[in-house]
């Protein structure tokens, strides 16, 4: 149990252009999902936090209004990257906390943004 | 703030051999201390985790760690190295339950390259 997967998996985009970034647990529910970035052969930087029916809180430094996060259901949580730029290439990663005593996140397989 | 080191980007070792990657921590509290691989393709998966309790920790895949608070070190250990254990693996701290999802500092990895 506790698999969270990202859709798509690779997307190749033209600078300008939004781009959605589903992650979703697929058999438990997460009231909470965190975004991360991952550049390569770099560590994974946490961009936001997402709650289910709550505004997204986001770390020092991430644009919220370039990085749109909604989290309309408790399976469910989006990111949107808006107008996009070459330097918005990267690995974006997904993670499910399952249930709030847990304390273990749940990773999804990533999702590779090429920006032209 | 907390923080996360590891010492060794790219360790090599044989098949069969034994292993240990080092990782560092920072934290004011307790730390609530993961150790994630990632291979290609695939999300970061859960080895082991550290809250409380017995300092030696035992995960999957044979894999253990220790937490050792006077050195602030966590270090990952396995008795016989896999040519599948091939990956990159992560040292992660979090802020802890506190009612709230706990947020995660990772280390930058280490890659781990497995001889036959």
């Known amino acids: 149990g506790a698999v969270v997967s990202q859709h798509p998996s690779w997307v190749i985009c033209k600078s300008g252009t939004s781009v959605k970034i589903e992650c979703r647990s697929l058999?438990?529910?997460?009231?909470?999902m965190f975004w991360y970035r991952q550049f390569p052969k770099q560590s994974l930087m946490l961009m936001a936090t997402?709650?289910?029916?709550?505004?997204?809180?986001?770390e020092q430094g991430v644009e919220k209004d370039k990085f749109l996060i909604n989290h309309a259901s408790l399976t469910l949580s989006t990111l949107t990257v808006t107008s996009a730029h070459p330097e918005d290439s990267s690995f974006y990663i997904c993670?499910?906390?399952?249930?709030?005593?847990?304390?273990?996140?749940?990773f999804g397989p990533g999702t590779r943004l090429t920006v032209l | 703030a907390q923080s996360v080191t590891q010492p060794d980007i790219h360790i090599t070792v044989s098949e069969g051999a034994s292993l240990e990657l080092r990782c560092n921590y920072s934290?004011?509290?307790?730390?609530?201390l993961f150790w994630y691989v990632q291979s290609p393709g695939q999300g970061l998966q859960l080895l082991l985790k550290?809250?409380?309790?017995?300092?030696l920790v035992q995960g999957i895949k044979g894999f253990e760690a220790e937490f050792k608070r006077s050195q602030s070190s966590f270090n990952l250990r396995k008795p016989s190295v896999h040519w599948s254990d091939a990956a990159e693996y992560f040292c992660?701290?979090?802020?802890?339950?506190?009612?709230?999802?706990?947020?995660?500092?990772f280390g930058t990895g280490t890659r781990l390259q497995v001889t036959l």
């Open positions: 934290y004011g509290a307790t730390p609530y």
């Open positions: 992660a701290v979090g802020e802890g339950y506190t009612g709230t999802a706990s947020k995660l500092t």
């Open positions: 058999d438990f529910q997460a009231t909470t």
């Open positions: 550290y809250f409380s309790g017995d300092t």
């Open positions: 993670s499910a906390e399952r249930g709030p005593s847990t304390d273990t996140q749940y």
């Open positions: 997402s709650n289910e029916g709550s505004k997204a809180t986001y």
